[in-house]
Structures are given as C-alpha cells and as structure tokens.
C-alpha cells in the first residue's frame, strides 16, 4: 500500500497573485505524488496493491483563502480519478482511494486556520484510522469526517450556489488580513 500524504506550506489569506507559489506547491502537493506513484507503480501491479491519495475537501470545491493549495488538490482528483479509469480499463488489479478530508485536528492546520474557521476540527486519531481502512477496504473515496464532508459534496451536486454561501458563513473573515 502506497499511502501519499504530504503537504507543503502555504498562506490561508486572501490570494496575493504568487504564480512562483503556487508552482511550488504543485511541485509538493502534487507532482510528487505523480513521481512517488510511477515509482512504486511494479511493485503495485505486482502486489495487486492500493494507492491511497490524501486529499481535502478544498480539492472538491473551492474554499477563501486557500486558492494555491485547493488548486493541488483539485489536481490530484483529476489525475488519480483519470489513472484509476486507466487501470480498469487496463485490467490493472492497483486500487485508488481518494481521501477526501474536512478540517482536522493536527497541530499545523489548527495553527493555520482556527482564527478563521468556525467549525470544530474531526480528530486526527480517527481520522489517521479512517485512511488506513479505507486503502485496505479498497474504497473509491473516503469523506472524513463523513457526515461533514458528505453533506457539502451532497450540496455542491444539487444546490452549488447554496454550498458555497454556507461555506463563506463558516469563516470569520474579519480575522482575515490582506496582505
């Protein structure tokens, strides 16, 4: 099991039109998960083993504040969801699970956004067993936590325009400083 799970740093703040930012986290974020995967791709095929891709929420619909970063995982779900068409087309028996997780209580995204988000982050135990079981189970895509996360892809389905003024009503943007 290849479990991708890396992340380089970012702002949480209004986008300040860094092209050389955003290039850097597509380097972090994203290529090397390509790389990582197309290294360990034999040793996959011939396991008939699973990748399991760590991604968020942001990599779903768009979120303030987070443009660069929502924009590598935006990434990651057309790539992975393109390459698992091509395995089972391919006959590859190389499971892909996409990961798809809301706000989480780990020590640097608490540091980043809880002066902005309202919501209450999921725990990271929980969450860390979730991903484990998931690559294991073979799932397409895990929502954690799933009443959270599956409700606002539930919304962004049948009621976009309401999805994304609920989530503007979920930061508190007097918190937010232009840079």
């Given amino acids: ?18 092209v050389g930012h955003v290039r850097k986290l597509l380097e972090i974020n994203f290529l090397s998960y390509v790389a990582m995967t197309v290294s360990a791709l034999p040793l996959l095929k011939e396991s008939e083993g699973s ?24 990434a990651l779900d057309g790539f992975f969801s393109s390459l698992r068409h091509e ?26 956004v809880s002066h902005a988000i309202r919501a209450t982050p999921a725990p990271k135990e929980e969450c860390a067993l979730e991903i484990i079981k998931s690559g294991a189970l073979r799932q397409r895509e895990l ?8 409700t606002m892809l539930l919304l962004q389905a049948i009621a976009p325009d309401f999805l994304d003024s609920l989530t503007r009503s979920g930061y508190k943007v007097e918190n937010i400083r232009r840079t």
């Fill in 143 to 150: 929502h954690y936590p799933s009443s959270t996360v599956g």
């Fill in 87 to 112: 395995f089972i087309i391919d006959k590859v028996n190389v499971s892909i699970t996409l990961c798809i997780l809301g706000y989480i209580d780990t020590e640097n995204a608490v540091r980043a």
């Fill in 1 to 18: 099991m290849l479990i991708l799970n890396h992340i380089g740093y970012t702002y949480f703040n209004y986008f300040d039109g860094d």
């Fill in 51 to 74: 990748i399991v891709v760590v991604s968020s929420m942001a990599g779903k619909t768009g979120a303030p504040f987070s443009a660069p970063y929502s924009a590598t995982k935006f």
